[in-house]
């Protein structure tokens, strides 16, 4: 193997799905969105998102201010972290890293 194009088709041959063509500019990179698309956000998503609009809230006020359940709440701020929208903070506080949230 001298390639990543090389690896591409060792990897394709192991799967049942192609993989991804590099991209048309040439520079070879893959679009982590087309091959993991972002899922739609739940509710309590939304509502985290719109609770840390005005920078980083601290993980307590987030319960008390959303009246989410604890173990709801870390199940989607961890959803959000791993998506790269939310970063976690000292503290525990969280802040937004992306502008947008996909519906």
Known sequence: MTSAADILRVLESRTDAPLP?????????????????????????????TALE??????????IGLGAEPAALSVALLELELSGLVEKLPGPRYTRVRARLRR
Request: glycine share 8%; hydrophobic share 45%.
């Open 21 to 49: 063509e590099p991209s048309a500019a040439g520079s070879g990179a893959l679009d982590l969105e087309e091959l993991h698309p972002q899922p739609a956000a739940s509710e309590l998503a939304r509502r985290i998102w």
């Open 54 to 63: 005005p920078g980083a809230v601290d993980l307590e006020a987030l319960a």
